[in-house]
């Protein structure tokens, strides 16, 4: 859904981003010295540049063409610098800062300049002088301090995004002066205080993101008087108070989210007035209350996230006729307590079902197999086996039902090939691994976490061209060694075998794991020593080795000497950094 919501957002900005046409270098006269100037002003502050773009900045007609990203009128005036990272390689960048020199740029309309990432600094306030400026994008930059004020006197700006930057402080009231505004975008920033209320001028936005900062206050009234707006993100902000019923009359609004703040209330009734709403999130608040059955009148929705809020019973009865258009549905971690999966969910074609610590009880559910891609039930009182379930359900990708008191034989399970995430942990699942990681095992498997179980048997060898970024087999009945073909899970970040009956030595092999960032083996049955082949992991961030057979000098090199000694507790005989030094030899220092 993600992935869906990012692609509507790219649909929002590019239908309000004019089309740049490549000035015709027959039409266009040689290009201004001063803009010339400008431009070798603004390369000559640029440090290093991967994309190699400015190295076509060379000769004296930046306007014939050549200039990559320079185009002008046909007077010879720059009117155009677009300079973008492409989008398929994300190694690409710029380092240093933007020049005072670009605001000299007399006859600018478009400035891009985004997604270089080490372009730091403040945004000049000398863009304040580009009175002709209809597009100004500085996304995914790395620039820093305050939005200069003097951005608010830029009459005939229609884009605004400064998204994706280091941008601290509160926003400048004087943006409100920026009549002609349809797409503000301000998000993931680090930008605070409440919205400025000479926003509310801003009568034909259509696209506002505010998200991934620290606005706080209250959603603004003002909202209500946008009525070209179609998309509205305010999320993982701290924004506070009830939603302003003013909002639900805004006809045209296709994205709603305001995830992850701190807002209270219950959703009005009026949300159902929101014809054209496709998308709408409220996940993460303290909202209160039941789901107001309005909302099966929205007939074009098809992603409906209330998840982590106090909502409460009773469900709304939705008919099959309501909210048509639905794909995606989370109503996890409220305070409802269904029992059973309603018929208006159970029955339609969803892609998405997750209903996470909804006190759901009995057997698993029988959805439609056809169109499910994520199931998530965790946090449940689901019983019985569900080892046939999954056979027809050819598109599932995620499998999530952990915390629930399932009971079947792990070797009976059929899951889709295409199947990236198994979550079983903490249920009653027994039987032996061997029937989920095999030689057949699907190369889109990425994690299994089966821990907290009731699993025995062996850890089986892995073929080469598994894709397991997670695997956690710790607190069942494991016994055997880990098998030095460990080393074939080469896109593994996350091990944890700790708490079974685990035997033998560390495999060497284990250290071939680079990627691997959390390594957990602790209280087995290990011998031996732990290996010194595993300082070549060079992410890693954890690891426990506690309460084994081990033996011999720990690895003497970061970040294994100096983990916590509870590290290595209740061992045989471990020795060195950061216990006791090693018999017969000198404590190292630190390196």
Same mark, same amino acid.
């Given at each position: 859904?993600?992935?869906?919501?990012?692609?509507?957002?790219?649909?929002?900005? =590019?239908?309000?981003?004019?089309?740049?046409?490549?000035? $015709?270098?027959?039409?266009?006269?040689?290009?201004?010295?001063?803009?010339?100037?400008?431009?070798?002003?603004?390369?000559?502050?640029?440090?290093?540049?991967?994309?190699? $773009?400015?190295?076509?900045?060379?000769?004296?007609?930046?306007?014939?063409? @050549?200039?990559?990203?320079?185009? =002008? !009128?046909?007077?010879?005036?720059?009117?155009?610098?677009?300079?973008?990272?492409?989008?398929?390689?994300?190694?690409?960048?710029?380092?240093?800062?933007?020049?005072?020199?670009?605001?000299?740029?007399?006859?600018?309309?478009?400035?891009?300049?985004?997604?270089?990432?080490?372009?730091?600094?403040?945004?000049?306030?000398?863009?304040?002088?580009?009175?002709?400026?209809?597009?100004?994008?500085?996304? @995914?930059?790395?620039?820093?301090?305050?939005?200069?004020?003097?951005?608010?006197?830029?009459?005939?700006?229609?884009?605004?995004?400064?998204?994706?930057?280091?941008?601290?402080?509160?926003?400048?009231?004087?943006?409100?002066?920026?009549?002609?505004?349809?797409?503000?975008?301000?998000?993931?920033?680090?930008?605070?205080?409440?919205?400025?209320?000479?926003?509310?001028?801003?009568?034909?936005?259509?696209?506002?993101?505010?998200?991934?900062?620290?606005?706080?206050?209250?959603?603004?009234?003002?909202?209500?008087?946008?009525?070209?707006?179609?998309?509205?993100?305010?999320?993982?902000?701290?924004?506070?108070?009830?939603?302003?019923?003013?909002?639900?009359?805004?006809?045209?609004? $296709?994205?709603?989210?305001?995830?992850?703040?701190?807002?209270?209330?219950?959703?009005? @009734?009026?949300?159902?007035?929101?014809?054209?709403?496709?998308?709408?999130?409220?996940?993460?608040?303290?909202?209160?209350?039941?789901?107001?059955?309005?909302? &099966?009148?929205?007939?074009?929705?098809?992603?409906?996230?209330?998840?982590?809020?106090?909502?409460?019973?009773?469900?709304?009865?939705?008919?099959?006729?309501?909210?048509?258009?639905?794909?995606?549905?989370?109503?996890?971690?409220?305070?409802?307590?269904?029992?059973?999966?309603?018929?208006?969910?159970?029955?339609?074609?969803?892609?998405?079902?997750?209903?996470?610590? =909804?006190?759901?009880?009995?057997?698993?559910?029988?959805?439609?197999?056809? $169109?499910?891609? =994520?199931? @998530?039930?965790?946090?449940?009182?689901?019983?019985?086996?569900?080892?046939?379930?999954?056979?027809?359900?050819?598109?599932?990708?995620?499998?999530?039902?952990?915390?629930?008191?399932?009971?079947?034989?792990?070797?009976?399970?059929?899951?889709?090939?295409?199947?990236?995430?198994?979550?079983?942990?903490?249920?009653?699942?027994?039987?032996?691994?061997?029937?989920?990681?095999?030689?057949?095992?699907?190369?889109?498997?990425?994690?299994?976490?089966?821990?907290?179980?009731?699993?025995?048997?062996?850890?089986?060898?892995?073929?080469?061209?598994?894709?397991?970024?997670?695997? !956690?087999?710790?607190?069942?009945?494991?016994?055997?060694?880990?098998?030095?073909?460990? &080393?074939?899970?080469?896109?593994?970040?996350r091990l944890d075998v700790s708490r079974n009956q685990i035997t033998g030595t560390i495999p060497t092999s284990l250290g071939q794991l680079v990627k691997l960032q959390w390594l957990d083996v602790s209280i087995n049955r290990l011998t031996g020593s732990i290996p010194s082949s595993l300082l070549g992991i060079k992410s890693i961030r954890h690891a426990n080795f506690r309460a084994n057979r081990l033996c011999g000098e720990i690895p003497q090199g970061r970040p294994y000497n100096i983990f916590p000694a509870s590290t290595y507790a209740y061992n045989l005989c471990l020795c060195g950094k950061p216990l006791q030094p090693c018999k017969g030899k000198k404590q190292e220092m630190e390196q």
């Amino acid at each position: 859904m993600q992935i869906l919501k990012w692609v509507l957002k790219v649909f929002v900005i =590019c239908s309000m981003l004019e089309v740049f046409p490549l000035a $015709s270098p027959q039409a266009a006269a040689n290009c201004s010295e001063a803009d010339r100037a400008a431009l070798l002003g603004f390369k000559a502050k640029i440090l290093k540049d991967s994309t190699e $773009s400015l190295s076509s900045w060379i000769g004296r007609d930046c306007c014939g063409g @050549d200039w990559e990203g320079v185009e =002008c !009128n046909p007077a010879g005036r720059v009117n155009t610098l677009a300079l973008q990272r492409p989008v398929r390689d994300s190694t690409l960048y710029m380092k240093g800062t933007l020049s005072s020199s670009l605001g000299n740029l007399q006859f600018l309309e478009v400035l891009v300049i985004s997604g270089m990432k080490l372009i730091t600094g403040p945004i000049p306030e000398s863009l304040s002088n580009l009175s002709r400026l209809k597009q100004l994008v500085l996304e @995914d930059n790395g620039l820093q301090g305050n939005i200069p004020p003097g951005l608010g006197h830029l009459p005939f700006l229609q884009t605004l995004s400064l998204a994706g930057n280091h941008l601290s402080g509160a926003v400048p009231p004087s943006l409100g002066n920026l009549g002609n505004l349809v797409l503000l975008n301000l998000g993931r920033n680090s930008l605070t205080g409440p919205v400025p209320a000479s926003f509310k001028t801003l009568v034909h936005l259509q696209s506002f993101d505010l998200s991934f900062n620290l606005f706080s206050g209250s959603v603004p009234e003002f909202l209500g008087q946008f009525h070209n707006i179609t998309f509205i993100d305010l999320s993982n902000n701290q924004f506070s108070g009830n939603l302003p019923v003013s909002m639900f009359s805004l006809v045209t609004l $296709s994205d709603l989210s305001l995830s992850h703040n701190q807002l209270t209330g219950s959703i009005p @009734d009026q949300v159902g007035n929101l014809k054209s709403l496709n998308s709408l999130s409220l996940s993460h608040n303290k909202f209160m209350g039941p789901i107001p059955a309005s909302i &099966s009148r929205l007939q074009k929705l098809w992603s409906l996230n209330l998840s982590r809020n106090g909502f409460s019973n009773p469900l709304p009865a939705i008919s099959s006729k309501g909210v048509p258009s639905l794909l995606s549905i989370d109503l996890s971690f409220n305070n409802l307590s269904l029992g059973t999966v309603p018929n208006w969910i159970m029955d339609r074609p969803l892609s998405d079902v997750n209903l996470a610590g =909804c006190k759901l009880r009995g057997a698993f559910p029988k959805f439609r197999p056809d $169109s499910l891609s =994520c199931i @998530d039930l965790s946090d449940n009182f689901l019983t019985g086996s569900i080892s046939t379930y999954f056979t027809n359900m050819t598109s599932l990708q995620k499998l999530k039902l952990s915390n629930n008191q399932l009971k079947f034989d792990l070797s009976e399970l059929v899951m889709p090939d295409g199947i990236s995430t198994i979550d079983l942990h903490s249920n009653q699942v027994f039987g032996s691994l061997s029937s989920v990681l095999n030689n057949r095992t699907s190369s889109f498997l990425e994690v299994i976490d089966v821990s907290n179980n009731l699993i025995s048997g062996t850890i089986p060898e892995f073929t080469e061209g598994l894709s397991l970024k997670v695997l !956690n087999i710790g607190s069942n009945k494991i016994a055997g060694r880990v098998p030095g073909s460990i &080393s074939n899970l080469a896109e593994l970040e996350r091990l944890d075998v700790s708490r079974n009956q685990i035997t033998g030595t560390i495999p060497t092999s284990l250290g071939q794991l680079v990627k691997l960032q959390w390594l957990d083996v602790s209280i087995n049955r290990l011998t031996g020593s732990i290996p010194s082949s595993l300082l070549g992991i060079k992410s890693i961030r954890h690891a426990n080795f506690r309460a084994n057979r081990l033996c011999g000098e720990i690895p003497q090199g970061r970040p294994y000497n100096i983990f916590p000694a509870s590290t290595y507790a209740y061992n045989l005989c471990l020795c060195g950094k950061p216990l006791q030094p090693c018999k017969g030899k000198k404590q190292e220092m630190e390196q």
